[in-house]
């Protein structure tokens, strides 16, 4: 696990051991919730409804609904970092081009009903709750780490700075894909497309931009020659 998810995840108060079956049933239920019903009908008397518990058994494992939130972002994010090492390590994807693999790992994944609602029902809990936000903002880091990573790789004229700036571009650029072309939205049958021009557009820039653009800096000039 990545150093910033690590720092996020704090040892919580609380009864309830992963694994356990009825743990997973609850957080099973919990996801199911958020997913399809959004954060508004997230409580723990729905989410007892749903795997069929009591409200007090949901109670002895997450006294607060705020722990249970922690928890199951925990597995989120933990079952996310290991979706995007193993599309990374397949040897037979896109030439073995990394970059190239996780902008279309991203993009097949906002494509699903499942990352497409999860992630705009966290968005909009992170305006009001500081956990998901911490959550997130550790997911955001590590995944534009390692994208700084394989821009500097792409581009070795690049400073790290330089090569930071160029990850966030990319990053916000795939990832906001996900209010217009994920899953039912409105252009979602413009996917294909989309990522097509994603991953050849975007490596492209990895690979060709120059210091000088990202600041914004004149040409040089060019130097005529005496015939």
Known sequence: MSDDLKTARRRKPGVYSRGAETVDAILKAALHVLVE???????LQRIATECGLKVGHVNHHFPRKEMLVE????EILLAGEKQVKWAMEQPDFL??????RLIAH?????????TAHLFTE????ANHNQVVADRLEALHRHVHRLITGMVEQLNPALSHDDAAVVAIFIYGAVDG????????RPWASCMPGVKNIAIKGLV???KTITPAEIANLPPAPIKSRNI
Request: hydrophobic fraction near 50%; charge should be negative.
């Open 177 to 184: 894909m996900t209010m217009f072309s994920g899953y039912n």
């Open 122 to 125: 966290l968005w909009a809990m």
């Open 71 to 74: 928890v199951l972002l925990d």
């Open 95 to 100: 030439a073995g081009d990394g970059l190239a």
């Open 106 to 114: 991203i993009l097949d994944d906002v494509s699903t009903k499942q």
């Open 204 to 206: 492209d820039l990895a």
């Open 37 to 43: 019903e959004g954060a508004g009908a997230f409580t």
